[in-house]
């Protein structure tokens, strides 16, 4: 709010009036004490000083500066705050992206285009007769697994989350099982829902011990510990994952990371 010197003035002349009113209040009242009215009449004479030195409207139009700073600074945390979230939007992303890409190389196809990503064979070509033995429609078992990794790709985790869990009571022992469930795992883990990707990564070791997708599951549960503050235990982990499994990417990944934890 600013305040000028006729608003100042204003009140001075309102304290003038109270106190030349005071003597007579004091009549009135049976003779109130001399002292409060000298008291009054000091405080107008502070207040007249302040409006001679023009501090008092100056420290006004300082407070009145600093508030507006206050709001530009307010919308300027918002603005940065919405850029944050979206950088790591951005970074989650590109993070399954390359991680995809990662995956396709270890099983020995040609990378995609990052403008174009799609399911690399270790996601599409499952070792051959698994869901034909067990009598399950291979194209909509494929298909249905297509619609869960395509909603991984797109960014919609949860809904990715779900689609994999539907496809894995569905599928439960076919080809794309193992695939599936590290990359349910995956997306509770761009999410952040550093629990529940432990349990689903833990389960592609324990379910189906021989696939290719078992030292990446081990290496994010390595990441996942560092997280959660079990540096140790993470340590334990990414070790195994280098010894048990030299020469790949994830044991690559895993030695960088125990560099970084300073072994």
Known sequence: MRFDNRIIAAAVALAFGLGAAAPAQAQLFGGASRDDVAALQQRVERL????????????????????????????????????????????????????????????????????????????????????????????????????????????????????????????????????????????YYVTRRFDDALAEFSKVGELYPGSQKVPDAQLKMGYILIEKGERERARTLLNDVKQRYPGTTAASLADRRLQNMGR
């Open 48 to 187: 007249e000083r302040l409006l001679d030195s023009g501090s008092l409207a100056d420290l006004l139009m300082r407070v009145e500066r600093l508030q507006q700073e206050i709001q530009q600074l307010r919308g300027q945390v918002e603005t940065q705050g919405y850029a944050i979230e979206e950088l790591k939007k951005r970074q989650r992303d590109l993070y399954v992206d390359v991680d995809r890409r990662l995956g396709r190389l270890e099983a020995g196809g040609p990378a995609p285009a990052p403008a174009a990503p799609v399911p690399g064979p270790a996601e599409t070509a499952p070792p051959a007769g698994d869901s034909a033995a067990a009598g399950v429609d291979e194209v909509a078992e494929q298909q249905a697994y297509e619609r869960a990794f395509d909603l991984l790709k797109q960014g919609r985790y949860a809904d990715a989350a779900a689609a994999f869990s539907r496809f894995l009571a569905d599928y439960p022992g076919g080809s794309y099982a193992p695939n599936a469930q590290y990359w349910l795992g995956e997306a």
